[in-house]
């Protein structure tokens, strides 16, 4: 299983993107995918989550800011960042887990390569 995500760039303060994350491979179903955010010497942090079935967690940094979303047949995932700040600036990391199939179904966990957001002043 693959994640792909993509949509990063450079914005100003207050402005908005929307990242992407699709997910390829021999898969099964997916329960939960998640966005995380790193800046350099920092660990990766939770961002949002959401699960298959549609319920949402988001830290409270992001709160009110950041909606996470996914369609479960296109196996995308959707992180719409609005009222960007500068401490927003990092790399964001798509996660996914759930099951894979071939010939026997089995648990899988991915990272995507991650896309780079860069807020300015």
């Known amino acids: 299983v693959q994640l792909q995500a993509s949509g990063g760039g450079l914005v100003q303060t207050g402005g908005s993107l929307k990242l992407s994350c699709v997910a390829s491979?021999?898969?099964?179903?997916?329960?939960?995918m998640t966005w995380y955010h790193q800046t350099p010497g920092k660990q990766r942090e939770f961002v949002a989550s959401?699960?298959?079935?549609?319920?949402?967690n988001y830290a409270d940094s992001v709160k009110g800011r950041f909606t996470i979303s996914r369609d479960n047949a296109q196996k995308t995932m959707w992180l719409q960042m609005n009222s960007l700040k500068a401490e927003d600036t990092g790399v964001y990391y798509c996660?996914?887990?759930?099951?894979?199939?071939?010939?026997?179904?089995?648990?899988?966990?991915?990272w995507g390569q991650g896309t780079l957001v860069t807020v300015s002043s």
């Open positions: 996660h996914a887990d759930g099951f894979s199939i071939e010939r026997t179904i089995t648990e899988f966990t991915a």
């Open positions: 491979g021999n898969i099964f179903n997916i329960n939960t």
């Open positions: 959401i699960r298959s079935g549609g319920l949402t």
